[in-house]
């Protein structure tokens, strides 16, 4: 994530900001222009950019409750920014617990779709493509009869991708964490993940690349539910650290193509973090690398990833924490990060075949 600056007085801004502590103007996010900007309100619910009343915008409507600082064009017939169109189901935001989880699950989706605009992604929603188009379900349990509880499931099904609500709360997820024996486990993360699944139904599958991700991942013909009790039967298989960025990844070319998705947003999105900040490593700094949103090798952004991620561990652990990486890149998984890289990067990235 980049930094950003206030247009009005030249104040440092960051994305999740609403508000410019230096000048006081409202901020919001336009995603057509991925900027921030200062905002002055105009006639009836038009905003317009503080130095320029020529450029108006209205707010999305999730900033009436406090959960989204993203702006909609005057032009757009939605009242929902680009991310919060998608939602269908979303928490109630009428309890306290429910508006401090939709708010948790907000900011993550925003810098989900940071990340798919500056990679042009294309993400209809279910008014555009009423059968494939992209819509989240943020799911709360279901309190059985006899007061026990069933929880939520994550998944994705042709565009429609189930979030458990409740793992908003930290100490929710920290459990299923624990008992899951994961070594990470994130509101973003799961975001990145399922949308792996999205994005390789209309990249890879409807876009003709079937023949080459066969070729890095394996044959996604296998069946699907068959590996799925293989893995929580028997575990993955001895040697996958070798192969695969996560256990979960060797349960089937789809999931190893949805966490290698998932580990490539947390690499990219992360090293352009650091560049902002003039972040270096062992005196060499990051600035050679460029813009890793543009890199097309992952060979070139794990050089520049471990080192920091060496150092951030350490980092973690000289305050008592855990790991800020658990994970180790190994030539197939870097492999793997380059063809989903190149592939965002390519002529026909963020655009589904006709």
């Not at 990679?119 to 799911?139: H, M, S, Y």
């Not at 973003?188 to 949308?195: C, D, I, S």
């Not at 999205?198 to 599958?205: F, P």
């Amino acid at each position: 994530m980049k930094i950003f600056e206030c247009d009005h007085c030249g104040q440092t801004v960051y994305f999740d900001n609403d508000t410019c502590v230096a000048c006081g103007h409202r901020l919001g996010f336009a995603p057509d222009d991925i900027a921030l900007y200062s905002v002055r309100q105009g006639e009836g619910d038009l905003w317009h950019k503080a130095d320029d009343e020529s450029r108006r915008f209205r707010l999305c409507e999730n900033t009436g409750i406090g959960v989204c600082n993203w702006l909609v064009d005057e032009d757009d017939d939605e009242t929902f920014c680009m991310a919060c169109r998608h939602n269908n189901l979303i928490p109630d935001t009428s309890t306290e617990i429910g508006l401090n989880r939709f708010k948790r699950i907000g900011a993550a989706q925003r810098h989900l779709f940071y990340s798919l605009l500056r990679w042009g992604v294309d993400t209809p929603t279910r008014k555009q493509d009423p059968q494939n188009g992209l819509v989240f379900d943020f799911l709360e349990d279901t309190v059985e009869a006899d007061g026990s509880l069933t929880p939520a499931m994550t998944g994705h099904e042709d565009g429609l991708i189930s979030l458990r609500a409740a793992e908003a709360d930290d100490v929710t997820r920290e459990i299923i964490r624990d008992q899951m024996n994961e070594p990470y486990r994130t509101m973003l993360g799961h975001f990145r993940h399922e949308v792996g699944h999205y994005v390789w139904d209309r990249l890879v599958r409807d876009d003709g690349r079937l023949e080459s991700f066969r070729k890095v991942f394996g044959d996604e013909r296998e069946d699907y539910q068959a590996a799925l009790q293989r893995h929580y039967e028997n575990g993955p298989p001895p040697d996958w650290p070798e192969h695969h960025v996560s256990a979960y990844a060797a349960t089937h070319p789809w999931e190893d193509f949805a966490e290698s998705f998932a580990h490539a947003l947390h690499i990219v999105d992360t090293l352009e973090t650091a560049r902002a900040f003039g972040l270096a490593v062992d005196d060499a700094r990051l600035e050679p690398l460029g813009d890793p949103y543009k890199c097309v090798s992952g060979k070139r952004l794990a050089e520049a990833w471990i080192p920091l991620t060496i150092a951030m561990n350490a980092i973690h652990k000289s305050m008592g924490q855990k790991d800020f990486y658990p994970f180790v890149l190994t030539p197939d998984i870097v492999a793997k990060i380059d063809y989903i890289v190149t592939m965002l990067n390519g002529p026909k990235a963020g655009k589904a075949a006709a």
